[in-house]
């Protein structure tokens, strides 16, 4: 069976700049927050039963999930936030799992940002590998990329698992606390191991 390595870290911490390094180089990259997206645009499958449960408050004009919508609907409700993850996470798990399973490469990256919060995740992958850097430089570049204020950003950070907890569960760990150009190197000193785990599987 094709080796599958679960890619984790706290948002802004580098995932995607990893993953695509790891691609880059050859593996067939899972990237659970793609799938979402996918799910969730106009006409996703997702829609008619995110339309059922929340009505059209949450869906924008061409049909698409309205995300800012939906967000303060389930930020501060837990039922809500619960009957969002019924619907979506059974979906996206089902999808992850048949791209993983039709996988050509020699091993398959599977992009999950919270995989420690998801805790089923575990059972699916071979190792945990977190992309870490610290809090202050996650929080930094989340607000550089999307605009939004450092309080809503420490409170998305304070929703996920803690740096501590992710690093606990890890396998196989990048350091992206420096410039990008020390994330290759490592990323080639991982997919050079994740080869040599492959050929031997």
């Not at 009957?83 to 979906?91: D, N």
């Not at 309080?151 to 992206?176: F, G, H, P």
């Amino acid at each position: 069976m094709i080796p599958v390595i679960g890619l984790t870290g706290g948002i802004g911490s580098g995932k995607s700049a990893a993953a695509a390094i790891f691609a880059e180089l050859g593996a067939d990259v899972v990237d659970t927050d793609a799938i979402a997206h996918e799910l969730t645009a106009p006409a996703g499958a997702a829609m008619a039963a995110l339309r059922a449960a929340f009505g059209d408050a949450v869906v924008t004009a061409d049909g698409a999930l309205d995300r800012a919508a939906m967000r303060r609907a389930v930020f501060a409700d837990a039922r809500q936030k619960a009957r969002l993850e019924a619907i979506l996470h059974p979906m996206i798990r089902a999808e992850a799992e048949r791209r993983c399973a039709t996988a050509a490469a020699p091993y398959v990256v599977l992009v999950v940002p919270l995989l420690l919060e998801s805790g089923a995740w575990r059972e699916r992958v071979r190792r945990v590998l977190v992309v870490d850097c610290p809090e202050a430089q996650q929080a930094a570049r989340v607000m550089a990329r999307s605009g939004l204020g450092e309080e809503e950003v420490r409170a998305i950070m304070a929703a996920q698992a803690s740096r501590e907890a992710r690093l606990a569960i890890a396998d196989d760990v990048i350091d992206n606390g420096g410039e990008l150009a020390r994330l290759r190197p490592q990323v080639e000193a991982l997919h050079r191991r994740y080869l040599e785990m492959a050929a031997v599987s």
